[in-house]
Structures are given as C-alpha cells and as structure tokens.
C-alpha cells in the first residue's frame, strides 16, 4: 500500500470529492496537497464537534496540568506566536475559563491560571474529543494507525530538518 492510498483510506478522501487538486500532480505533490486539505477541515470540524478550537483546547489542557504559568512560558510550550497565544487567551479570560495577573515581584510577566470553569471544560471536552477522534479513525485498522502514526513522524522529523 502506497502512502498515497493510505492517506485516501485513512481520511475517506477520493476522486469524486474532488479533493485531488490535479491529477497531473506527482504523488509527492498529492500527499502534500491532501495533508494541507486534512489540517484545514481537521481544524473545523475539530471545533464544531468540541465548540472549542485546537489551539484554545491545547492552552488550556496545559494550564490544566499547570498551577500557574508565565504567558511567555506557555508560549514557549505551544506551536503559535506569541500575538496569538495573547489573543487565545483575552478571549478565554472574556468567557471565564482564565484568569490572568501581572506577576506582584515583576509587572513585565503576566500570570496565566486555569479557572473552575476552565477546569469544567476541559473535562466535558474530553469525552467530545474522544468521540471526535473516534469518528476520524473509523474504518482504519490499527495497524493502519500505526503506520500513519510512524509515516508522519518520519515526515516532521524530514520537515524539522529542512533548512528555509
């Protein structure tokens, strides 16, 4: 099995979706296309079935591990830019699931700590993550897991090694 006909087996993509950008393409240049195609609709429909983004989800799953934390720390923690980690987290300050105080020894640092409700949502998103994953990975085998799960990790590591 090519990892081309993986990729279409495991996310349920075909021809007739229309999600092949050109068959003239390379296999290589497929892959590419289909794994740029997957991250966006993973991302959307990650949200509408949890009602949280995956970056929110990510920030607060490590505050929940977390007592208190520097932003500047949480960033460093996370795959997003330090604007966007700021803006994640006024939003979830706005809705009550973090509280945020500037550091009492050093006003430069901001504090960043889970609240109850912040705590409550990360628990009922558990089991809509679950559930979400659950769907994604119907009809694939474990096995068929494990070779995605080993594919992709060979490809971040060839993506990590790339000088730009």
């Not at 628990?123 to 994953?133: D, G, N």
Request: proline share 1%.
């Amino acid at each position: 099995m090519t990892c081309q006909s993986l990729i279409y087996q495991l996310i349920g993509l075909t021809r007739k979706k229309g999600w092949v950008l050109a068959s003239f393409c390379s296999e290589e240049a497929e892959i590419l296309y289909q794994l740029q195609g997957v991250n966006k609709v993973i991302g959307v429909k990650f949200e509408a079935c949890t009602g949280i983004s995956q970056s929110r989800l990510e920030l607060l799953t490590l505050l929940y591990h977390a007592d208190e934390i520097s932003q500047s720390d949480l960033q460093k923690k996370v795959n997003i830019d330090s604007a966007a980690v700021t803006r994640h987290l006024k939003q979830l300050e706005a809705k009550g699931m973090v509280s945020r105080r500037r550091k009492p020894e050093d006003n430069r640092i901001t504090l960043v700590q889970l609240t109850a409700q912040g705590r409550e949502r990360i628990e009922s998103s558990k089991k809509e993550k679950e559930r979400f994953m659950k769907e994604m990975l119907a009809n694939v085998s474990a096995d068929e897991r494990r070779l995605l799960i080993g594919v992709l990790a060979r490809m971040r590591n060839n993506i990590d090694n790339i000088e730009a």
